[in-house]
């Protein structure tokens, strides 16, 4: 089977420059065929793809989704007939329908052949609004239709902005992962990873043993950990120093603002640019340097969470 990942996203948000950043960092390698998609008369990304040595196939002068879905059929068909490849890239236009995109790739007649793998849209933060209002049809599928969410640009924005462009991303798509950070000093691997990293399933598996552990000894029934705690989740925290997120892990000791903290885990980054990790159980933390994150993150485990006052904490 051939593994296929999509990088959607509209016009100018960068999805050939993300799908060279992933090619540099030895994400994909000459195993790979990438399938390129021009809206218009002449293709001009193929040529800088090219030069990392993958082959690349073209369509041009229409849209995937559209007038041309034979076209991308039949693109699909040489490469896996011609090329003896493990993956695909497919970049659509980027005025395509994801969604009509993943309908073609699901095809009965590439069951066989094809697996579906990563679905990047790729998301200009700077022109966020500005899209959204005036080409929701296509911009808004795009979202939905996603594993990943890439917020390009967002070293341009303010911490307050990105948690803005967050919210409302969560509205139309809340099961996918967000990158924020901005990706010019991510690894390629990070990115590529960032849909399978759940803080929250890990904490609750984490919270699952050790009830598990107890029932063992006592032999008393204990209903699923989901049924029993609160969790609160912030991604796009605002910047924060080592020092300030140490005196904030020591409030958590307080239950009476904040509810009974049992585990606590995330990654943010400093005002310096630096990024770093916490775990906290109760009456113990810990804070250590890290390398570049996706985007900022924690998950928080308890029983009477205070949520709102969890979550304006962290965005002071």
Known sequence: MIQVDIFSGFLGAGKTMLI???????????????????????????????????????IYS????????????????????????????????GVASLSDVLKIIKDGSFKDKLILNRVITVIDGT????????????????????????????????AGEIQHIISEIEKLNSKAAIITTPWEILHGRA??????DSIKEELIRKVSMTRRNIKSVTGMQQPPAREVFDSVGIEGLNPHDKTVMEQILGTFENSNTYGEILRAKGIFSSQQGKWY???????????????????????????????????RLFQK
């Open 20 to 58: 060279k950043k992933m090619i540099a960092n030895q994400v994909y390698n000459k195993d790979t065929a990438i399938i390129e998609n021009e809206f218009g008369e002449v293709a001009i990304d193929g040529a800088y793809l090219e030069g990392s040595g993958i082959q690349v196939k073209e």
């Open 62 to 93: 229409g849209c995937i989704c559209c007038s041309v879905s034979g076209d991308f059929k039949q693109a699909i068909g040489e490469v896996i007939k011609n090329y003896p490849v493990k993956q695909i890239i497919i970049e659509p236009s």
């Open 127 to 158: 022109r966020f609004e500005m899209y959204r209002n005036n080409f929701s049809a296509f911009y808004l599928n795009q979202i939905q239709h996603a594993k990943t969410l890439i917020v390009s640009r967002s070293q341009f924005l303010g």
């Open 191 to 196: 990115i590529a990873e960032a849909s399978k």
């Open 277 to 311: 990790q916490f775990d906290y159980v109760p009456g113990e933390y810990e804070i250590r340097e890290t390398q570049p994150y996706y985007t900022s993150k924690l998950c928080i485990i308890g029983k009477g969470l205070k949520k709102e006052a969890l979550v």
